[in-house]
């Protein structure tokens, strides 16, 4: 097994690291300054042993050092350094992990102009060939399967209307009727214990749900009602795109036939797709009637109805991938803000006395600051990809073009090169004044990218930042929350999840 000799070895000075990270702070990345060194060949980045024929490919089956962990990325770093090389395996494109912050700032500079992002290869297979009866498709995918020129020209017609904070914030009453109906509902699902009698986490995916749908459709989706049948569309479809993360985790991220067979797996991919969406087809068409009943004005018109002003076929395919990307992800961000909040109580406090002495959103820092700490600790994406589409020169090696970059900001941001007592919950990193020791500035600006970067920076932050910190404000206005028992797991797949047991209890303030 290889070791690597590029491990990083945190001991210069704090004050050293802080001018470093000022300097790369106030200074864009030369992409082309590495090129004139000679870099060693791709066959020498660190990396898991690989054996004739078969690659490294053992190394993930029953025996091998990777099968089964759930924390890949963090035993490749402590294994191998700051990057870490994985051959082709069963049909993947070669990959690089990069743990590295300067180099992951020359990775996503030099590909910001038309960006790859290589991820849900299952995905864009359905959407583009599959559901085609295996007759490739010209049509735009959206912003999740798409790339290149395509891409670019629908991430266009959308970022006017997703982008403009004029439009998101008419959804701030919807919102918080959505966040006010959440907490009724929960108050009324506890047990004497104060504990929700329901699974926790389908709770926090019906408001996501409700919360989304309120912005992609313009209108309720009823998911809070407490005689919702459990083969309603709006719980059938909480149930698909859960499993669309699970099963894409097993078909794109880690080694499968499905790309050479119709593995078992792959046929069940296909028909889950094809459930997700059929379901949000069934929503959009809803909305599309209501709003035919409900004539606006032009300042009171939301996205779908401005996107469907634009282009039709652009309106569904941006509201079904709403309703894919913003279910799971807002929920699983909201447990594990509270699991931190419950677990440093003194933070929670400082919390509540701050929203409970304003209802002005623009005046509660310390609100945002705790969704920014939380993202940083407990990301629910581990990390950013990209598609080289030249050569680099990354720490001294030759990476080709093709190959797909892995950019582990979730690992760096845990570092303490980068952040003081960076395992600790500590949100006033985030407000604390330039200079201060503490202050999140000093970090690599590149070590912690939650939404990402450039002009694939996710299309809805606006709307999650929105819908988290008006549910976090009404969960803090009306419970004092605890968590019982050890400390809780997370499930690392295409997305990071909360898993059971969820040990929350609700008292009242």
């Known amino acids: 097994m290889q070791t690597c000799k590029l491990r990083p070895v945190l001991t210069a000075s ?27 060949p791709w066959e020498e980045i660190p990396g898991p042993r690989a054996l004739p024929i078969i690659g490294q490919i053992h190394h993930f089956l029953p025996g091998g050092i990777f099968y089964e962990t759930n924390d890949f990325a963090k035993k490749a770093l402590d294994l191998y350094g700051p990057i870490v090389r994985l051959d082709r395996l069963l049909g993947r494109k070669p990959m690089v992990l990069l743990f590295d912050a300067e180099s992951v700032a020359q ?37 999740i399967s798409d790339h290149g020129d395509t891409w670019k020209k629908f991430r266009s017609t959308v970022n006017p209307v997703l982008m ?61 009602d407490p005689n919702l049948p459990e083969d309603s569309p709006a719980r059938q479809l909480i149930k698909v795109v859960h499993e669309v993360f699970h099963i894409s985790q ?16 792959y046929k069940r991919a296909m028909h889950i797709y094809s459930e997700q969406e059929r379901l949000a087809k069934y929503f959009v068409n809803k909305a599309k009637e ?41 929920a699983n961000t909201i447990m594990f803000t509270l699991y931190l909040l419950a677990s440093n109580p003194e933070k929670q406090e400082k919390l509540r006395e701050e929203i409970l002495s304003t209802s002005n959103e623009d005046k509660r820092p310390y609100l945002r600051a705790c969704i920014k700490e939380s993202l940083r600790l407990m990301p629910v994406v581990s990390g950013n990809a990209r598609a080289a589409k030249k050569d680099y020169n990354i720490l001294g090696y030759k990476i080709p073009k093709g190959v797909h970059v892995i950019l582990m900001h979730q690992d760096m941001s845990k570092l303490e090169e980068h952040y003081i007592h960076a395992k600790e919950f500590l949100p006033e990193r985030w407000i604390v004044p330039k200079g201060d020791t503490m202050y999140h500035g000093n970090a690599h600006p590149f070590a912690n990218m939650p939404f990402g970067f450039g002009v694939r920076m996710c299309i809805g932050r606006r709307i999650a930042e929105l819908e988290i910190q008006t549910f976090l404000a009404r969960l803090m206005q009306n419970f004092r929350v605890e968590w019982l028992g050890p400390p809780l797991k997370v499930t690392q797949t295409t997305l990071n999840y909360a898993s059971a047991p969820y040990n929350f209890v609700l008292k009242d303030v």
């Open 164 to 224: 403009q904070p004029k439009t998101i914030k008419l959804y701030t009453s919807a919102l918080d009727e959505v966040a006010n109906e959440m907490i009724t509902r929960m108050k009324s699902i506890r047990g004497d214990d104060n504990m929700l009698k329901s699974k926790f986490d389908v709770e926090m995916n019906l408001w996501a749900l409700e919360s989304i749908g309120v912005v992609a459709l313009g209108g309720r989706l009823n998911c809070l």
């Open 107 to 143: 990775i996503l500079r030099g590909e910001n102009w038309l960006p790859e992002r290589p991820g849900f290869q299952s995905l864009d297979y359905y959407r583009s060939t599959y559901k085609y009866k295996e007759k490739k498709s010209t049509e735009p995918m959206g912003l």
């Open 290 to 330: 209501d709003l035919k009943n409900n004539q606006r004005s032009e300042d009171e018109k939301g996205v779908l109805e401005k996107l469907l002003e634009i282009d039709e076929k652009v309106a569904q395919t941006m509201a079904s991938d709403m309703l894919f990307a913003g279910v799971d992800t807002t």
């Open 250 to 265: 097993e078909l794109d991220f880690k080694p499968s036939l499905w790309r050479y067979i119709a593995t078992p797996t």
């Open 14 to 40: 704090r004050s050293l690291l802080l001018q470093r990270n000022a300097a790369v702070n106030a200074a864009a990345v030369n992409e082309h300054q590495d090129l004139k060194v000679e870099a060693k």
